[in-house]
T-cell receptor, first 112, second 110 residues
Framework: LAKTTQPISMDSYEGQEVNITCSHNNIATNDYITWYQQFPSQGPRFIIQ???TKVTNEVASLFIPADRKSSTLSLPRVSLSDTAVYYC?????????????FGAGTRLFVKA | SQTIHQWPATLVQPVGSPLSLECTVEGTSNPNLYWYRQAAGRGLQLLFYSVGIGQISSEVPQNLSASRPQDRQFILSSKKLLLSDSGFYLC?????????FGPGTRLTVT
């Protein structure tokens, strides 16, 4: 399983764009990158998943450079309700088994 | 759509007492099911996963056990709780990298 490194915490203000970068230098050819969001006292929620270049949905965008050794989760125009912990996971979605590893994540605090 | 139920929502138990947490799912058949524990301010620790009735894989050797008596029921148990068992227990279903989590049970062992 590829190890990931994320900042422990980030602060932002309402209305700003927030970019959270995850490093995964040992990513394997078949690995995908997945991000989850967790609010206090709730389980994590799947946000977005990608393999290369850019993926966008109604919640976020995921940017993955050509070498795939890092990825950036982009949250446009954050609000107070985006205050949460964001986890980056890397693994083979087809044959990676079941042993997902959630690290400490990045704690995003959005201020008014 | 898939729904995950967990109960109880909160629980306070003395050290040495038994534990039984239940997870049931709706809207899917033969799901992969998972139990995670999250200590305060920490990431999630995978405890058990199950690919079918009676099939349990343990990730962390400890005083906890899991059972899957029915397709959509997953139970976490302990015969004697330790202080270190305190935490937020989450049941999830899905594939390894696209999981859906239940509301969780917050357990405090005193």
């Amino acid at each position: 399983l590829a190890k990931t490194t994320q900042p422990i915490s980030m602060d932002s203000y309402e209305g700003q764009e927030v970019n959270i970068t995850c490093s995964h230098n040992n990513i394997a050819t078949n690995d995908y990158i997945t991000w989850y969001q967790q609010f206090p006292s709730q389980g994590p929620r799947f946000i977005i998943q990608g393999y290369k270049t850019k993926v966008t949905n109604e919640v976020a965008s995921l940017f993955i450079p050509a070498d795939r050794k890092s990825s950036t989760l982009s949250l446009p125009r954050v609000s107070l309700s985006d205050t949460a912990v964001y986890y980056c996971l890397v693994g083979d979605i087809d044959t990676g088994g079941f042993k997902t590893i959630f690290g400490a994540g990045t704690r995003l605090f959005v201020k008014a | 759509s898939q729904t995950i139920h967990q109960w109880p929502a909160t629980l306070v138990q003395p050290v040495g007492s038994p534990l039984s947490l239940e997870c049931t799912v709706e809207g899917t058949s033969n799901p992969n099911l998972y139990w995670y524990r999250q200590a305060a301010g920490r990431g999630l620790q995978l405890l058990f996963y199950s690919v079918g009735i009676g099939q349990i894989s343990s990730e962390v050797p400890q005083n906890l056990s899991a059972s899957r008596p029915q397709d959509r029921q997953f139970i976490l148990s302990s015969k004697k709780l330790l202080l270190s068992d305190s935490g937020f227990y989450l049941c999830a279903l899905g594939q390894a990298y696209e999981q859906y989590f239940g509301p969780g049970t917050r357990l405090t062992v005193t």
